[in-house]
T-cell receptor, first 115, second 113 residues
Framework: DTGVSQNPRHKITKRGQNVTFRCDPISEHNRLYWYRQTLGQGPEFLTYFQNEAQLEKSRLLSDRFSAERPKGSFSTLEIQRTEQGDSAMYLC?????????????FGPGTRLTVT | QKEVEQDPGPLSVPEGAIVSLNCTYSNSAFQYFMWYRQYSRKGPELLMYTYSSGNKEDGRFTAQVDKSSKYISLFIRDSQPSDSATYLCAMSTLSSNDYKLSFGAGTTVTVRA
């Protein structure tokens, strides 16, 4: 399978715990995006990487959130001290540098449930 | 007010009916207009995209963009039970520095056999 992969697919955690998600983009895709989708809503942009550089962070990304993309390959999204409001689907997408916006390919998402 | 508004439905139609979906938006800089299909607990997959105004047809799917009214539509002809999903509209500007997609809330569609 050469699509975007995300792990884990589902994470249940207790409030206050830290969680980390992983995204493996399509091979050779320079751009990587994270979106958050809450129940009944469309995805909302969180952050964007071009290679290993994090070029933009949404104001939705509070100080408890951190994302990395070491060596411009896979990316991780960590949430510290989780809150119930963090319960959502976290989607990763990737695209080639120079591609248009519609050429983002989404992964299956990681569903986070904070109890 | 959100940049992109979409009626969440739900919408239930009999098999073979035409499904009509629409979104409105407020950002006049949007130039790319996309429709995604999302099955339950899956990521969105691109159905169609349109650049600027006009119509685009792909099999049973037709996308329309009216920039003067800031209104986009998706029509699904001869709907099938396999079309049951959430349909998301998304938009972006033309700027190479603006790669973010702005999504609507999604409309949940059920096609009854």
């Amino acid at each position: 399978d050469t699509g975007v992969s995300q792990n884990p697919r589902h994470k249940i955690t207790k409030r206050g715990q830290n969680v980390t998600f992983r995204c493996d983009p399509i091979s050779e895709h320079n751009r990587l995006y994270w979106y958050r989708q809450t129940l009944g809503q469309g995805p909302e942009f969180l952050t964007y990487f071009q290679n290993e550089a994090q070029l933009e962070k949404s104001r939705l990304l509070s100080d408890r959130f951190s994302a990395e993309r070491p060596k411009g390959s896979f990316s991780t999204l960590e949430i510290q001290r989780t809150e119930q409001g963090d319960s959502a689907m976290y989607l990763c997408a990737s695209s080639l540098l120079g591609s248009t916006a519609y050429e983002q390919y989404f992964g299956p998402g990681t569903r986070l449930t904070v109890t | 007010q959100k940049e992109v508004e979409q009626d969440p439905g739900p919408l239930s139609v009999p098999e073979g009916a035409i499904v009509s979906l629409n979104c409105t938006y407020s950002n006049s800089a949007f130039q790319y207009f996309m429709w995604y299909r999302q099955y339950s607990r899956k990521g969105p997959e691109l159905l169609m995209y349109t650049y600027s105004s006009g119509n685009k047809e792909d099999g049973r799917f037709t996308a329309q963009v009216d920039k003067s009214s800031k209104y986009i539509s998706l029509f699904i002809r001869d709907s099938q039970p396999s079309d049951s999903a959430t349909y998301l509209c998304a938009m972006s500007t033309l700027s190479s520095n603006d790669y973010k997609l702005s999504f609507g809330a999604g409309t949940t569609v059920t096609v009854r056999a």
